[in-house]
T-cell receptor, first 111, second 115 residues
Framework: GQSLEQPSEVTAVEGAIVQINCTYQ??????LSWYQQHDGGAPTFLSY??LDGLEETGRFSSFLSRSDSYGYLLLQELQMKDSASYFC????????????WGAGTKLIIKP | GAGVSQTPSNKVTEKGKYVELRCDPI?????LYWYRQSLGQGPEFLIY????????DSGLPNDRFFAVRPEGSVSTLKIQRTERGDSAVYLC?????????????FGPGTRLTVL
């Protein structure tokens, strides 16, 4: 089967760094994506890792290790506006590159 | 348009009624996806269009659900004989070609409530 595991909730302090982990099990892995979703809002694309290693985009970085079926999203210099749910999603090459989603991690930021 | 739009933003209906949900993708995007998201869960794939045709409808839960994209742009998700279990946020996304590396851009969703 296909599944993704990520923590349900993470709490951090404003200005700090937080890492959200994602492990996956899928039949046709074709890259790991991360999306941010504020309450009542649309999922917004953050980053994509097709190959092993680190991708950096401003305060956000994402890492992938295909051999470990593992990735993470790193958020630096946390701001209150970063309070949201973060989803990892795998592209499935055996299913028209559908996105298979984790259940999401709710990031709570305290001042 | 600038982004993916969906109408209505909210829809309340009674059990057994028929509903239509509309998605207007980003102009020029050939790939269009419908997802369903329940509270506290990630989006669940329903159907994928490549142009006018449904390339993959394996996520549609049963034959009460149907979607069309007659001119390769706007898509309509149709739900017959709605049930309370259909209550969810229905999300639409589009991408440029549907290729594996394409980013999917999401609309704000339609919150469907079946009473």
């Amino acid at each position: 089967g296909q599944s993704l595991e990520q923590p349900s909730e993470v709490t951090a302090v404003e200005g700090a760094i937080v890492q959200i982990n994602c492990t996956y099990q899928t039949s046709g892995f074709y890259g790991l994506s991360w999306y941010q979703q504020h309450d009542g809002g649309a999922p917004t694309f953050l980053s994509y890792n097709g190959l092993d290693g680190l991708e950096e985009t401003g305060r956000f970085s994402s890492f992938l290790s295909r051999s470990d079926s593992y990735g993470y999203l790193l958020l630096q210099e946390l701001q209150m506006k970063d309070s949201a749910s973060y989803f990892c999603a795998v592209r499935d090459s055996r299913a028209n590159y559908q996105l298979i989603w984790g259940a999401g991690t709710k990031l709570i930021i305290k001042p | 348009g600038a982004g993916v739009s969906q109408t209505p933003s909210n829809k309340v209906t009674e059990k057994g009624k028929y509903v239509e949900l509309r998605c207007d993708p980003i102009s020029g995007h050939t790939a269009l996806y419908w997802y369903r998201q329940s509270l506290g869960q990630g989006p669940e794939f329903l159907i994928y269009f490549q142009g006018t045709g449904a390339a993959d409808d394996s996520g549609l839960p049963n034959d009460r659900f149907f979607a069309v994209r007659p001119e390769g742009s706007v898509s309509t998700l149709k739900i017959q004989r709605t049930e309370r279990g259909d209550s969810a946020v229905y999300l639409c996304a589009s991408s440029l070609t549907g290729a594996g590396t394409d980013t999917q851009y999401f609309g704000p969703g339609t919150r469907l409530t079946v009473l």
